[in-house]
């Protein structure tokens, strides 16, 4: 008989057949029990076939970031939690550190240390603006993962069904319930996002974006003006990288 899984992941995808392969690849070395949740929102290439193919259970969703990770914890049954976009990759020591955290039930929430997968002096800047914000006020976005228990996921009310800043308003939830911790580890980012727009352009486009919904803009106006690009128009949904 299979052991219950102490671990459920949690992958939102929107066309992301280039990507989702690497990722659960990296998932499978996992040594812990764990389960992999796809939470696909309309996806028309390859997205669902690989996912099924390497394992991931995978889920219909309505589309958008904030609906598809809600609805990937409505469907797990691990005691933690760990969301992560479909385009990055989870090394060896990051992998290590995870089940180290599942496996002691440590409290508080759990991000990974930011990397993006590009060489270049504009993206160690990026990185390094990340950080310090990590540190300086314990807000980590969506692309550097979430690890949570299923409880304090719960007591913060969960994902929000917003089209952007879900990362930002599920990690200000969880900050009145539990702390929220850096790890040491690295998840390794795809720099697809950067390299359309150029890095220092869209890392300010980010800042202006994060300012504004801290000044109270609503997350569905800034949605709707927000294009974020990815491997197909059909990738507009998503919520941008960023860093």
Not at 50 to 55: D, M, P, Y
Not at 70 to 78: C, E, F, P, Q
Not at 127 to 147: K, M, N, S, T
Request: one cysteine or more; proline letters at 6%.
């Amino acid at each position: 008989m299979a052991m219950p899984p102490l671990l459920s992941v949690i992958i939102p995808t929107l066309n992301e057949e280039r990507s989702i392969g690497a990722l659960l690849d990296d998932l499978g070395a996992l040594s812990v029990a764990h389960e992999v949740i796809v939470a696909d929102g309309g996806s028309d290439d390859g997205t669902v076939m690989v996912a099924e193919r390497l394992g991931a259970r995978v889920i219909r969703s309505r589309r958008g970031r904030g609906a598809q990770l809600a609805a990937g914890a409505r469907a797990a049954s691990a005691p933690v939690l760990c969301f992560l976009h479909a385009d990055v990759r989870l090394r060896e020591p990051a992998r290590r550190e995870l089940v180290e955290v599942v496996r002691s039930r440590a409290a508080g929430a759990f991000a990974f240390r930011f990397e993006i997968d590009a060489r270049g002096w504009r993206y160690r800047l990026i990185e390094l603006g990340a950080h310090l914000r990590v540190r300086l006020v314990r807000l980590p976005y969506g692309d550097q993962g979430l690890i949570v228990s299923r409880l304090d996921y719960d007591a913060a009310g969960g994902f929000a069904d917003l089209p952007l800043m879900e990362d930002v308003a599920m990690v200000d939830a969880l900050k009145r319930v539990t702390a929220v911790r850096p790890l040491r580890s690295p998840l390794l980012v795809s720099a697809r996002r950067w390299e359309h727009d150029g890095p220092l352009t869209r890392m300010l486009r980010n800042w202006r974006l994060m300012l504004a919904y801290r000044l109270g803009a609503s997350p569905h106006r800034l949605g709707a003006r927000y294009q974020p690009h990815g491997d197909s128009p059909a990738a507009e949904n998503r919520g941008p990288h960023r860093g």
